[in-house]
């Protein structure tokens, strides 16, 4: 199925349906502003049909293969079917999967969609914007496809990233996400990511920047020194992938539990009401009860606040596929279960602390907003005249089952 040129005509409709991480999240906002660059309006009533549509997979685990292969199929059969076309990454991982599905009108390889969105603005859809600054990987983590997905580590050019930042800013957003792959490898020439940030933070203007997941040693201490400017978002996510160090080895992870500790106590010297969390795998080849027991032990000493648990899935092409799946499935479902509790506990623990507390936080569509610590709150009540995306104060207190925050200062643009 080969790509060919489709004609943009006055009126004509796209919509985007994304799955995955903020990577791709990303990505589609790029594939956006191209869209809007083409003449196509974008549509996002549920109930509306568009004339062309786009579907962004992710094929990093099985269940994300799944969930795009269901949303191909489900946009395939609409009707009247609008022209479809898929890119992202499962076509990079299978593209086997998707020759037997009618309906796809087109496939877009990598290298195509790079073309496309080398040099466009992002057009964000959200109340926090993201924004795309790395890609790429050259990890060798034993249960991981990203890097046969994405390629080698590439960095968005320092000059392009603040173009694309001050767009952001001109456009009314105040919280702007960096993402990558790898967000830690951020390198072009002599700029790495903590002088990436020191260059938009020199820009002018109300704003607060997140940063996305960052692997624990690349996370250097010209990083720790930036991140104290309160304008970085006190939140960070840090993968540790289990407990026990016999597992990191054999997961081919550049730190032992450690160093991740010691880096832990490094951000909370700096940021002390950071929210900090982590990635955990469960069930991988090898984790007895004595190994799930350590990553147990080890959460108990260190100040996390909340975790992403996955139960291990093997992935063909991996380094761990010919270990096979050797955790039984009613072991590992029990263990996720556990570390679920665990971070559920710890997380509301965390949210405790800052009750009668002020903090900054964005507005979020439907009364809710989001704190720079990573507080989900619901505003009572929330002044119409304030829109999505700014930036406010709240004095936060508790509610039913979560914060709730009185807005105290709406500050200005």
Request: aromatic content about 6%; hydrophobic content about 40%.
């Given at each position: 199925?080969?790509?060919?040129?489709?004609?943009?005509e006055p009126?004509?409709?796209?919509?985007?349906?994304?799955?995955?991480?903020?990577?791709?999240?990303?990505?589609?906002?790029?594939?956006?502003?191209?869209?809007?660059?083409q003449?196509?309006?974008?549509?996002?009533?549920?109930?509306?049909?568009?004339?062309?549509?786009?579907?962004?997979?992710?094929?990093?685990t099985?269940?994300?293969?799944?969930?795009?292969l269901?949303?191909?199929?489900?946009?395939?059969?609409?009707?009247?079917?609008?022209?479809?076309?898929?890119?992202?990454?499962?076509?990079?991982?299978?593209?086997?999967?998707?020759?037997?599905i009618?309906?796809?009108?087109?496939?877009?390889?990598?290298e195509?969609?790079?073309?496309?969105?080398?040099?466009?603005?992002?057009?964000?859809?959200?109340?926090?914007a993201?924004?795309?600054?790395q890609?790429?990987?050259?990890r060798?983590?034993?249960?991981?496809?990203?890097?046969?997905l994405?390629?080698?580590?590439?960095?968005?050019?320092p000059?392009?990233?603040?173009?694309?930042?001050?767009?952001?800013?001109q456009?009314g957003?105040?919280?702007?996400?960096?993402?990558?792959?790898?967000?830690?490898?951020y390198?072009?020439?002599?700029?790495?990511?903590?002088r990436?940030?020191?260059?938009?933070?020199?820009?002018?203007?109300?704003?607060?920047l997140?940063?996305?997941?960052?692997?624990?040693?690349?996370?250097?201490?010209?990083?720790?020194?930036?991140?104290?400017?309160?304008?970085?978002?006190?939140?960070?996510?840090?993968?540790?992938?289990?407990?026990?160090d016999?597992?990191?080895?054999?997961?081919?992870?550049?730190?032992?539990?450690?160093?991740?500790?010691?880096?832990?106590?490094?951000?909370?010297?700096v940021k002390?009401d950071a929210?900090?969390?982590?990635?955990?795998?469960?069930?991988?080849?090898?984790?007895?009860?004595?190994?799930?027991?350590?990553?147990?032990?080890?959460?108990?000493?260190?100040?996390?606040?909340y975790?992403?648990?996955?139960?291990?899935?093997?992935?063909?092409?991996?380094?761990?596929?010919?270990?096979?799946?050797?955790v039984?499935?009613?072991?590992k479902?029990?263990?996720?279960?556990?570390?679920?509790?665990?971070?559920?506990?710890?997380?509301?623990?965390?949210?405790?602390?800052?009750?009668?507390?002020?903090?900054?936080?964005?507005?979020?569509?439907?009364?809710?907003?989001?704190?720079?610590?990573?507080?989900?709150?619901?505003?009572?009540?929330?002044?119409a005249?304030?829109?999505?995306?700014?930036?406010?104060?709240?004095?936060?207190?508790?509610?039913?089952?979560?914060?709730?925050?009185r807005?105290?200062d709406a500050?200005?643009?």
């Amino acid at each position: 199925m080969t790509a060919v040129p489709f004609a943009t005509e006055p009126g004509r409709t796209a919509c985007i349906a994304t799955v995955g991480c903020r990577l791709n999240q990303a990505e589609s906002d790029l594939l956006r502003g191209w869209l809007q660059t083409q003449g196509f309006r974008l549509v996002n009533d549920p109930g509306a049909i568009p004339d062309l549509c786009f579907v962004n997979t992710c094929a990093v685990t099985a269940n994300a293969e799944k969930s795009s292969l269901a949303l191909i199929r489900s946009v395939c059969s609409l009707n009247p079917k609008p022209r479809v076309i898929v890119f992202g990454c499962l076509p990079v991982r299978a593209p086997e999967l998707l020759k037997n599905i009618p309906g796809i009108d087109e496939i877009w390889t990598a290298e195509e969609k790079k073309s496309r969105l080398e040099d466009i603005l992002p057009a964000p859809v959200r109340s926090r914007a993201l924004l795309k600054v790395q890609d790429g990987c050259d990890r060798t983590c034993s249960f991981c496809v990203v890097r046969q997905l994405r390629g080698a580590p590439a960095a968005v050019p320092p000059e392009k990233v603040l173009s694309q930042f001050q767009h952001l800013l001109q456009s009314g957003y105040q919280e702007i996400v960096l993402t990558g792959l790898n967000l830690g490898r951020y390198e072009s020439g002599d700029c790495n990511l903590a002088r990436l940030l020191q260059l938009l933070l020199a820009q002018p203007g109300r704003f607060r920047l997140r940063l996305a997941s960052i692997e624990p040693d690349l996370f250097t201490d010209e990083l720790l020194t930036v991140i104290a400017d309160p304008r970085i978002c006190s939140h960070f996510h840090i993968p540790l992938q289990s407990g026990d160090d016999r597992l990191l080895v054999t997961m081919d992870r550049r730190y032992r539990t450690g160093d991740y500790a010691r880096l832990i106590n490094k951000i909370l010297q700096v940021k002390p009401d950071a929210c900090i969390g982590a990635d955990v795998i469960v069930g991988y080849p090898g984790e007895d009860e004595r190994s799930f027991r350590h990553t147990l032990d080890f959460l108990e000493t260190i100040p996390l606040h909340y975790l992403h648990v996955f139960p291990y899935s093997p992935r063909p092409q991996t380094p761990a596929y010919g270990l096979g799946d050797p955790v039984p499935k009613p072991v590992k479902q029990h263990r996720v279960q556990l570390l679920r509790q665990w971070s559920d506990r710890r997380r509301q623990a965390y949210a405790r602390r800052f009750i009668s507390t002020v903090r900054e936080a964005v507005l979020e569509p439907d009364g809710r907003a989001l704190t720079d610590n990573y507080l989900r709150l619901t505003c009572e009540p929330l002044p119409a005249e304030i829109p999505a995306g700014r930036l406010v104060r709240l004095m936060l207190k508790p509610a039913e089952d979560r914060l709730a925050g009185r807005v105290i200062d709406a500050g200005s643009g």
